[in-house]
């Protein structure tokens, strides 16, 4: 039985204990019809509206293979360093849930279409850590279930359940890691980065939108311990469907330190599955893991065997596009980024964002100022992704142009994006119905000029004793009078002529 015990300090752990991870990553397809039939895959349609008697299972329908996804398949297995196989087919995993309408999944079992890759990703200090593949098969999503009247969504409480089968059938890749051992103090760290590396290659490769939000990329995180020195793996538990980059880190810690404090008090690890909860940072017993066994696995009759050749294979290579590592390292060269700078770019989700914004015609420092910097801000603010904000990159580059032309200051230029940001309309737009822009009539600046130092007359004396320091208060003046829409150096240049400087 396991024992009640408390969290063990991270620190203490690592002088007792070794981790050891196994991550399972699910990947929606961005194909425009499901696994086995030509039923629509939409997000958000209404509930049962894009499902037939093949993916609703019904008796006699017969499965039809999306040639889409078998090719994405292989071109991930190659942006992985799979080897492809020379022949491989479909397996029905035998379990019951409602969500899965057949009572079996069409998944693969013992024959993969890739295995034995790699995938090298950089940690947050620059350093690389080696991540093996295992294997990435083809198989079904199931089904979604919303449970109505429990709290936050969740089965404990709920007084029904609803089910929509929109997502059943949709296709999917599984790609599993080999377990990951050697990490040390970094495990959570690894995991975080290694899901992050392989979202970047997948959304470069435009065979998924990787959307974790809407569960179109799902990390199950499988953690055990062992103890210091051992070559043993402890038992494992897998913390099911964790949807963010942050609490793939986050659950992965947390489980190592549960272990670590059930095993020190004596008592021993259920292999099962978890829920990971992000308001508490904890995860919770769902139930008892299953075998390969408990599955009864037996190939599918339905479907004939995939059989890639050697010219298929590498025409589809010639399809990979440049590589997100690959990118980087020219990024870096081309914008003259020091490695300090790009790993700030990444690690704030920017760099698809800049490049965008500087290919709509803005230099890449102005772009990465805005992005890293303001937006990323904003972002923090509303509590979502970067590229959720409601901007486009040929905005913030138009914002900019404003800037270079002197129509807008970069106090103004804030007040643009946030209007942007609020749903007012595009950068222009907003200049004309917030009537945001540089006062650039010399009359109309004089004047105000003129008001500042005749209510300041004391500062304007100093200014014509020779002390332009002092030139800072009238220009503050001034920037005050026009609500901030004066350009400040032609108002210093404007109150110096005035005071014979």
Same mark, same amino acid.
């Given at each position: !039985? +396991? ?14 204990? #070794? ?11 961005? +194909?425009? /019809?499901? !696994? ?12 049962? /509206? ?32 799979? @080897? ?16 899965? *309408? ?17 995938? #090298? ?16 098969? !083809? ?21 029904? +359940?609803? !089910? #929509? ?13 080999? *377990? ?69 880190? @986050? ?5 190592? %330190? ?14 099962? /599955? ?5 308001? +508490? ?5 769902? %139930? *008892? ?72 015609? $803005? ?100 200014? %014509? ?7 800072? $208060? ?23 002529? $005035?005071?014979?400087?």
């Amino acid at each position: !039985m +396991t024992a009640v015990a408390e969290i063990m300090d991270y620190d203490e752990l690592l002088e007792r204990f #070794d981790p050891v991870l196994g991550l399972e990553v699910h990947v929606e397809l961005s +194909t425009a /019809t499901k !696994m086995f039939c030509g039923c629509a895959t939409d997000f958000g349609a209404e509930p049962n /509206t894009q499902v037939c008697p093949v993916c609703l299972g019904m008796p006699g329908a017969l499965p039809v293979v999306n040639g889409t996804a078998v090719e994405s398949a292989i071109r991930i297995g190659l942006a992985l360093n799979c @080897r492809v196989a020379e022949w491989c087919r479909f397996a029905r995993k035998n379990y019951f849930y409602p969500d899965m *309408p057949k009572n079996f999944q069409t998944s693969q079992y013992d024959e993969p279409i890739v295995f034995d890759g790699y995938l #090298d990703v950089v940690l947050d200090d620059g350093e690389t850590f080696r991540v093996e593949i295992e294997r990435a098969h !083809m198989e079904e999503d199931t089904g979604k279930s919303m449970h109505v009247g429990g709290a936050a969504g969740r089965i404990h409480g709920a007084e029904h +359940t609803l !089910m #929509d089968y929109n997502r059943a059938g949709v296709p999917l890749i599984e790609i599993v890691t080999k *377990p990951i051992v050697g990490a040390g103090e970094r495990a959570p760290e690894v995991a975080r980065a290694y899901v992050t590396a392989l979202r970047d290659l997948l959304r470069s490769m435009r065979v998924s939108d990787v959307r974790m939000d809407q569960g179109s990329l799902r990390c199950d995180a499988n953690v055990s311990l062992s103890p210091k020195g051992s070559a043993e793996f402890g038992t494992r538990t897998e913390t099911k469907n964790v949807n963010s980059l942050r609490s793939v880190e @986050r659950a992965v810690r947390y489980e190592m %330190r549960r272990h670590a404090g059930v095993l020190t008090a004596g008592g021993t690890i259920v292999q099962e /599955t978890r829920h990971f909860d992000e308001s +508490t940072a904890s995860t919770s017993a769902g %139930r *008892p893991k299953e075998t390969a066994e408990d599955y009864r696995y037996f190939p599918e009759p339905d479907l004939v065997p995939i059989a890639p050749s050697n010219e298929w294979i590498e025409q589809l290579r010639e399809t990979l596009p440049e590589l997100p590592w690959e990118r980087r390292k020219r990024v870096q060269q081309d914008w003259q980024l020091s490695d300090e700078e790009l790993r700030d770019l990444v690690n704030a989700g920017a760099l698809d964002l800049v490049a965008a914004t500087v290919d709509a015609g $803005a230099s890449p420092a102005e772009a990465r100022s805005w992005w890293v910097a303001y937006l990323s801000q904003q972002a923090n603010t509303q509590g979502v992704e970067l590229e959720a904000l409601a901007i486009t990159p040929e905005q913030v580059a138009r914002v900019i142009e404003l800037v270079s032309e002197g129509k807008l200051t970069h106090k103004l230029a804030r007040q643009v994006v946030d209007g942007v940001l609020a749903g007012k309309g595009d950068p222009d737009e907003v200049v004309a119905t917030e009537g945001i822009e540089v006062v650039s009539d010399d009359s109309a600046l004089q004047a105000a000029v003129d008001e500042a130092l005749a209510a300041q007359p004391d500062v304007a004396d100093k200014i %014509r004793g020779g002390k332009v320091q002092a030139a800072g $208060a009238v220009v503050g003046a001034v920037m005050k009078a026009t609500q901030g829409q004066a350009d400040a150096k032609r108002v210093r240049e404007l109150v110096l002529a $005035a005071c014979g400087q």
